[in-house]
């Protein structure tokens, strides 16, 4: 269980102090949490909050954890070390925590079975599409089996295509695997798509506006996306996120 009370940050700079984050309360249980929120509105900072990478202006941030407790980063950019292959990146964390090499390979063989890199386990990052080379990093955070996964953006970068995968790989690796992800997006239906709720953060200073329950049940595909049900409440979510007094199929934003 994740606590965040009351939390603030404000970042310095030459013309004066930002106010990045603005009283956030939350509590994150073991769930797929997505926080979705306007450019610029702290998501980047409070993923960073929960890593305790990043000081608190005010507030409290309580992490219930035992002695195994770990973290797994996942960042748009892949961060892969170009020197180790698909499987030793994979496995990395695991040879930094001193695990033995049978276990190690035992974990890596299956993660590259669920992210279908069985043929390309022993290629270099270079040799990788970047969606394989974004597959590689989330088997990279999976690998230690974290308490808590956090993930930025992990597929702003891709292609439609790419990126559609790459949400259902994610989402069957969490129906094997549950940890608590926090999961930041510009992309509310990839918000719908993945998550069990949603944190809309308002612009600058990000504050929590509300937190909306997913109510489709698991596993989720892409057609859930034409679903009705589905297109309102993203229809919903992304009038939270308009600025205040717009309206769109006749939902009035709240701010």
């Given at each position: 269980m994740i606590r965040l009370n009351d939390v603030g940050v404000c970042y310095e700079s030459r013309h004066g102090a930002v106010e990045a984050l603005r009283r956030?309360?939350?509590?994150?249980?073991t769930e797929f949490l997505g926080v979705v929120g306007p450019t610029g509105c702290g998501k980047s900072t409070l993923l960073r909050v929960i890593a305790g990478l990043v000081p608190l202006t005010s507030g409290m941030v309580e992490i219930a954890a035992d002695a195994s407790f770990s973290y797994g980063v996942v960042f748009q950019d892949?961060?892969?070390?170009?020197?180790?292959t698909v499987r030793q990146n994979i496995e990395l964390p695991l040879k930094l925590h001193g695990v033995p090499p049978a276990e190690r390979e035992e974990v890596g063989r299956r993660?590259?079975?669920?992210?279908?890199?069985?043929?390309?386990?022993?290629?270099?990052?270079?040799?990788?599409?970047?969606?394989?080379?974004?597959?590689?990093?989330?088997?990279?955070a999976f690998a230690p089996s974290p308490m808590?996964?956090?993930?930025?953006?992990?597929?702003?970068?891709?292609?439609?295509?790419?990126?559609?995968?790459?949400?259902?790989?994610?989402?069957?690796?969490?129906v094997y695997?549950?940890?608590t992800v926090v999961f930041v997006t510009h992309?509310?239906?990839?918000?719908?798509?993945?998550c069990d709720r949603i944190?809309?953060?308002?612009?600058?200073?990000?504050?929590?506006?509300?937190?909306?329950?997913v109510p489709f049940p698991r596993p989720r595909r892409q057609?859930?996306?034409?679903?009705?049900?589905?297109?309102?409440?993203?229809?919903?979510?992304?009038?939270?996120?308009?600025p205040e007094g717009s309206t769109i199929r006749g939902i009035k934003s709240d701010g």
């Open positions: 956030i309360t939350l509590e994150i249980g892949y961060s892969l070390l170009p020197w180790l993660l590259t079975g669920l992210l279908d890199l069985d043929d390309v386990r022993d290629l270099w990052p270079y040799q990788l599409s970047g969606g394989m080379r974004q597959r590689v990093a989330v088997g990279r808590i996964l956090l993930m930025d953006e992990p597929f702003g970068a891709l292609d439609t295509f790419t990126r559609e995968e790459l949400q259902e790989t994610l989402a069957r690796l969490y695997e549950p940890h992309d509310v239906g990839e918000a719908l798509l993945l944190c809309v953060l308002s612009p600058r200073p990000g504050r929590v506006q509300e937190v909306i329950n057609e859930i996306k034409r679903d009705s049900q589905f297109l309102e409440l993203k229809y919903q979510i992304e009038g939270l996120l308009r």
